[in-house]
């Protein structure tokens, strides 16, 4: 097993497909076919499953993926401190619902820690990918929610992928509308006065089961209804259609302008709100300080 070899799997886990690894990697696709076909035979694992579609992680290939990133981080350390390398290219990804605390947090990171050359992402995605992304250790943190509804099923997922739930706040059921709705002036709202609005939420692709639904009260039979990908969409649709989502209730005016409001709404229920971690794996130091601005935001979460 060498350094390249370790290279050549998480780069062709990054990119998916050999050819797109083969070009990044500047060496031929027989080639780099070859040497993860050796380093499979030598370590007895299989690292991808050869599908019709193309290539995948397998089960024992996340773990040993997850290990080989750590082995390549510590060896770029030790290069950069005992060989004169300038600054290795920080990197760092969460995955998330749609948050505006989580954005913020992801902000404060790059302010303190973000250097000349650095490749942070943030990925506002589906539930389900949320989990995967963890679990394969494609992103260091998760960010979703826990109910009452929806917990024996995130939970069963959770501890089949050696993850853990860390609880940051707990949020009670509200709305968000645009500032010009006739409901943004109340003090709540019931599901029986959100009726002739448009319900909007996040479609969840593949997964599209109440369980996975990133907004509370999933289950609730509504007689409009449209579901988008993106943040954006959503609000961009909130204002022109006079439609309302169902939300935590925190919102940063700074990050999605006070054209949007949060009504609370006036229905028993609550959403726990919370990270997710690799149990076999402790967060790096860009880990760490995300972890540490997401709890100051937690502690006081921005609200309307």
Do not use: W
Not at 83 to 98: D, I
Not at 181 to 191: C, E
Not at 266 to 294: C, N, Q, V
């Amino acid at each position: 097993m060498t350094l390249a070899q370790l290279k050549y799997v998480v780069t062709v886990a990054k990119a998916g497909t050999m050819t797109e690894a083969a070009k990044e990697l500047f060496i031929s696709q027989p080639s780099l076919t070859k040497s993860i076909k050796e380093l499979e035979k030598e370590m007895h694992v299989r690292i991808f499953e050869r599908t019709n579609k193309g290539i995948v992680v397998s089960k024992d290939g996340e773990e040993f993926l997850a290990y080989a990133r750590q082995v390549l981080e510590q060896a770029e350390l030790l290069e950069e401190k005992y060989m004169n390398k300038s600054a290795r290219k920080q990197e760092f990804c969460v995955s998330t619902q749609h948050y505006s605390f989580a954005v913020n947090a992801f902000v404060d990171l790059i302010k303190e820690y973000g250097n000349e050359k650095y490749d942070f992402s943030l990925r506002e995605t589906q539930t389900y990918e949320i989990i995967e992304d963890v679990a394969s250790l494609k992103s260091e943190i998760g960010i979703l929610y826990k109910n009452c509804f929806n917990e024996a099923v995130i939970d069963k997922l959770l501890k089949s992928n050696d993850l853990c739930f860390e609880r940051l706040f707990v949020a009670r059921p509200h709305i968000f509308v645009s500032s010009g709705s006739p409901l943004a002036g109340r003090k709540s709202v019931t599901m029986e006065e959100l009726k002739p609005y448009p319900y909007l939420s996040f479609e969840q692709g593949e997964h599209n089961a109440f369980y996975f639904s990133e907004e509370i009260f999933s289950m609730v039979e509504r007689p409009k209804n449209i579901r988008v990908r993106d943040r954006a969409t959503l609000f961009n649709l909130l204002i022109g259609l006079n439609g309302y989502t169902v939300c935590s209730g925190v919102i940063d005016e700074n990050l999605n302008s006070s054209d949007i409001v949060a009504v609370p709404l006036d229905e028993e229920g609550e959403m726990e709100i919370g990270i997710l971690l690799h149990k076999k794996f402790h967060p790096s130091k860009l880990g760490d300080a995300y972890l540490k601005a997401l709890r100051k935001y937690a502690t006081n979460p921005l609200s309307p």
